[in-house]
């Protein structure tokens, strides 16, 4: 059974720029979430989506946002990008389920932006 | 809101040796208790996980965590550590009313000694 796949792996940006990372979540999960990771503010949860609806969502500005497709692959957008937007960003599956706690979180390798 | 502490940024043991780390939360109701363990480059794995019942949890690769209501904390133990257990570890909560979202602590950083 294949993992919660991340693409792109690296990237880098300059400031002011746009950036779309994608989740391939494992088959059968139905909610996706994405979290930040920097060594500044550690992991901080970004958003939620389960069946194509954002359940839940964190304190990040409104660059930051994200969608969910039919086939429960997510993408995340970050416009106008500043510095401290630099992190590797990680997505992670989970069944989901009518329950509000899906339980337990699978998360991808992440995806490491630069911000120069 | 939850938040989760863990007290400890770096600790370098002994391979051979006990591990101990620690993790308090805050959260008012029962809480959902994690740990896992981010090696350098890669994701984060799920090393054991609490919800309910039996307050000691094993885990995969000989961990074991014991819950604590009465001190709100959630430590995480190893009997003896291998040299493949150097890693970045981190605690998380989990709400039943906060959807997926889980609150991670800060991390600690293990270093094994050979």
């Known amino acids: 059974k294949a993992g919660v796949t991340q693409t792109p792996r690296y990237l880098i940006k300059t400031r002011g720029q746009q950036v779309t990372l994608s989740c391939s979540p494992i088959?059968?999960?139905?909610?996706v979430s994405w979290y930040q990771q920097t060594p500044g503010q550690g992991l901080q949860f970004l958003f939620e989506?389960?069946?194509?609806?954002?359940?839940n969502k964190g304190n990040f500005p409104g660059r930051f946002s994200g969608r969910q497709f039919s086939n429960s692959r997510s993408e995340m957008n970050v416009s106008t990008l500043e510095l401290g937007d630099s992190a590797l960003y990680l997505c992670?599956?989970?069944?989901?389920?009518?329950?509000?706690?899906?339980?337990?979180?699978?998360f991808g390798e992440g995806s490491r932006l630069t911000v120069l | 809101a939850q938040s989760v502490t863990q007290p400890d940024i770096h600790i370098t043991v002994s391979e051979g040796a006990s591990l101990e780390l620690r993790c308090n939360y805050s959260?008012?109701?029962?809480?959902?208790l994690f740990w896992y363990v981010q090696s350098p480059g890669q994701g984060l794995q799920l090393l054991l996980k609490y919800f309910s019942g039996d307050t000691l949890v094993q885990g995969i690769k000989g961990f074991e965590a014991e819950f604590k209501r009465s001190q709100s904390s959630f430590n995480l133990r190893k009997p003896s550590v291998h040299w493949s257990d150097a890693a970045e570890y981190f605690c998380?909560?989990?709400?039943?009313?906060?959807?997926?979202?889980?609150?991670f602590g800060g991390g600690t950083r293990v270093l094994v000694k050979p």
């Open positions: 989506y389960f069946s194509e609806t954002q359940r």
């Open positions: 088959s059968g999960h139905r909610s």
């Open positions: 959260y008012g109701a029962t809480p959902y």
């Open positions: 998380a909560v989990g709400a039943r009313a906060a959807g997926n979202k889980l609150t």
């Open positions: 992670a599956s989970s069944l989901g389920g009518p329950q509000i706690f899906g339980g337990e979180l699978f």
